[in-house]
T-cell receptor, first 114, second 113 residues
Framework: EDKVVQSPLSLVVHEGDTVTLNCSYE??????LLWYKQEKKAPTFLFML????IEKKSGRLSSILDKKELFSILNITATQTGDSAVYLC??????????????FGQGTILTVHP | NAGVTQTPKFQVLKTGQSMTLQCAQD?????MSWYRQDPGMGLRLIHY???????DQGEVPNGYNVSRSTTEDFPLRLLSAAPSQTSVYFC????????????FGPGTRLTVL
């Protein structure tokens, strides 16, 4: 059974701080790892990672994947109150009848105080 | 494009009642799926469909039925609602199986008393 574990489960920081969110996974046939941001409604897509060691960046957010150690991190620098959200990590399976199915982690609740 | 739409936004049911959560997408996506989200548990896959006429079970299928008669629509049926089905339900679609970026609908918050 595929498994995704995120840590920490919740995090409280002040504006300007840098945060690192962790995602470790076990999947029978890895295809990709995705990060989503969820602000009280539907998750919105942030990044998709398929190759080890290649950093994806979007503004103050960046993410990297380590396929050998089976984890990914999401970094947010110079946090703002608008970054407050639940951050979800998911892995996509490439094998057989599981092809394309996403398994999600529990999410990390990030709260950024002014 | 409206994207992925879901109705209703909120629903309260009594134990034993049945109902259908509607999901539609206008992007001609082949792959559609239903998730439920409970506190501290992320999103869990209920059922998915790789195209019209084809459906399969996900991680937590018990108590739910789906059908996919058209590419656009993917309704989720609760056969006999139970309090354990109180949750937020999200429908998602992706252009084809294997395109991993999923587009989510706004969700339906369901309470079963």
């Amino acid at each position: 059974e595929d498994k995704v574990v995120q840590s920490p489960l919740s995090l409280v920081v002040h504006e300007g701080d840098t945060v690192t969110l962790n995602c470790s996974y076990e999947v029978t046939n890895f295809r990709s790892l995705l990060w989503y941001k969820q602000e009280k409604k539907a998750p919105t897509f942030l990044f998709m990672l398929t190759s080890s060691g290649i950093e994806k960046k979007s503004g103050r957010l960046s993410s990297i994947l380590d396929k050998k150690e089976l984890f990914s991190i999401l970094n947010i620098t110079a946090t703002q109150t608008g970054d407050s959200a639940v951050y979800l990590c998911a892995v996509a399976n490439a094998g057989g009848t599981s092809y394309g199915k996403l398994t999600f982690g529990q999410g990390t609740i990030l709260t950024v105080h002014p | 494009n409206a994207g992925v739409t879901q109705t209703p936004k909120f629903q309260v049911l009594k134990t034993g009642q049945s109902m259908t959560l509607q999901c539609a997408q206008d992007m001609n996506h082949e792959y559609m799926s239903w998730y439920r989200q409970d506190p501290g548990m992320g999103l869990r896959l209920i059922h998915y469909s790789v195209g019209a006429g084809i459906t399969d079970q996900g991680e937590v299928p018990n108590g739910y039925n789906v059908s996919r008669s058209t590419t656009e629509d993917f309704p989720l049926r609760l056969l006999s609602a139970a309090p354990s089905q109180t949750s937020v339900y999200f429908c998602a679609s992706t252009p084809r199986q294997g395109t991993d970026t999923q587009y989510f609908g706004p969700g339906t918050r369901l309470t079963v008393l």
